[in-house]
């Protein structure tokens, strides 16, 4: 299911850059501070970090506090945003976002050869970051920063990142599209344990925004991640 949502968030996200351009990348972006060229950078080094989690390597977290192109960020606790190296590697970062984001879709799609890589932890028995979600006994198991976090919730994280600046980039681009609703219903429930609103929320991520009754769900889940939604017109589509 994890893997489902991941290929329906790159699905999403592929689709918001249709319309960027090269004059387009020093827009800057709801990610405050950033221009869409950085923007996309992250994104790829985000795309890197969550195939190594997703493929059972390490993943290495950088500080919250240092938000910058090529970077990377955690998406949440245990996510799978990273820290790769993609703004030196002399690419168009949005070439290389397309290139990494379909590669990461055939993963979704070849689920069975890519889950054989993640260790499993049958005993139950390893040490779990605190506040992070506790692997499944058997259950597939990524090291993120150095702790054992489930392969699930690194997909989901990675999905739940990779949709909220698809968003980002098709806002950018003055071509909005909406997070598809049923996508957005699974991500909106997920958000709160991936990403809490709370004072030291990753960089990326402002505190929640309230929204009126009625709002979709793509609404709600931009607004709880700092985003201000759109201004629509009509009765909300969930």
Do not use: K
Not at 53 to 70: F, K
Not at 100 to 109: G, I, K, P, T, Y
Request: proline fraction near 13%.
């Amino acid at each position: 299911m994890t893997r489902a949502l991941l290929g329906q968030a790159l699905d999403y996200a592929l689709w918001c850059a249709r319309p960027v351009t090269d004059g387009a990348l020093h827009r800057a972006t709801p990610c405050h501070g950033w221009d869409l060229r950085q923007l996309l950078w992250h994104l790829n080094d985000s795309l890197a970090a969550l195939r190594a989690g997703v493929d059972g390597g390490p993943v290495e977290l950088p500080p919250a506090s240092e938000p910058a192109a090529g970077s990377g960020s955690a998406a949440a606790s245990g996510s799978a945003a990273g820290s790769g190296s993609a703004a030196g590697s002399g690419g168009h970062p949005l070439g290389e976002f397309r290139a990494r984001a379909r590669r990461m879709r055939h993963r979704c799609q070849d689920g069975p050869r890519a889950a054989d890589a993640v260790r499993p932890d049958p005993a139950h028995q390893a040490p779990v970051r605190p506040g992070a979600p506790r692997p499944a006994p058997g259950g597939r198991v990524a090291t993120v920063d150095g702790w054992p976090v489930p392969a699930d919730t690194v997909a989901l994280a990675g999905a739940l990142e990779v949709a909220v600046h698809g968003w980002d980039i098709a806002r950018t681009c003055g071509s909005p599209q909406p997070v598809p609703p049923a996508l957005a219903a699974e991500l909106l429930r997920a958000a709160p344990g991936l990403v809490p609103a709370r004072p030291d929320r990753p960089p990326l991520f402002g505190p929640p925004i309230p929204t009126p009754d009625g709002a979709s769900h793509g609404e709600r889940l931009v607004a709880f991640l700092g985003r201000v939604p759109y201004v629509r017109s009509g009765p909300a589509g969930r």
